[in-house]
């Protein structure tokens, strides 16, 4: 069964109209005809199976036929600088949100090379995901923020950096806190100071150097 976005799926809900995006791809590209079965999910729980009433290619009317509230995910929290390549933060996100990634947060560090997101792009890949990994539940994507700030609004987590110091091991995580992971230049001495200050505990994430996605990888799944 073919698995289409719904963001403004409610509950109780009789009847939903895709989006032209969403209809053009259930028409042109699957070629669906009247009376086809469809599931819908809104990224906030919600399923949905229903009824293609009226196949058209911008606006497709569909019946809703039942709507199942899906229980909440875990909290994994990410939240790290973007690389200088794109396509890597686009694959983390894309693997991340079949695993089952919930938030992530992109920050602005001092070695940053990368200075703006399309966060635009980056919600599509997550949908996409979603859809494809049959999720209820849409990661929240937060735009860049100075580091800063985010432990400010953030106190105590983890972290993983390649400097010197003491660092717990992976499998002393306790979920539902947040995990950062700093840009390929890893967090400056002031950040990693500012962190510590803060209440975050450094870990040891791997015997060897990690790439900034296949950190913040392995993050998410030690948080699962």
Known sequence: MSTFFAPSLQNNQTFYQLSEEE???????????VGAVLELVNGRGLQAQALLQDAHPKRCMLEITSI???????????AMAPTKNMDRIEWFLEKATELGLTRLTLLACEHNERKQVNLDRLE?????????SKRYYLPQLEPLQRF??????QPEGYFGHCAEGPKIGMAELIKNKPFLIGPEGDFSEQEIALALNAGYQAVEMSAFRLRTETAALLATTALL
């Open 148 to 153: 800063s700030d985010f432990i400010a609004a």
């Open 68 to 78: 199942v509230q899906h229980a909440p995910t875990p909290n994994v929290h990410i």
């Open 23 to 33: 209809s053009k791809h259930c028409i042109r590209v699957l070629r669906m005809q």
């Open 124 to 132: 599509k890949i997550a949908i996409a995901a979603m859809k494809q």
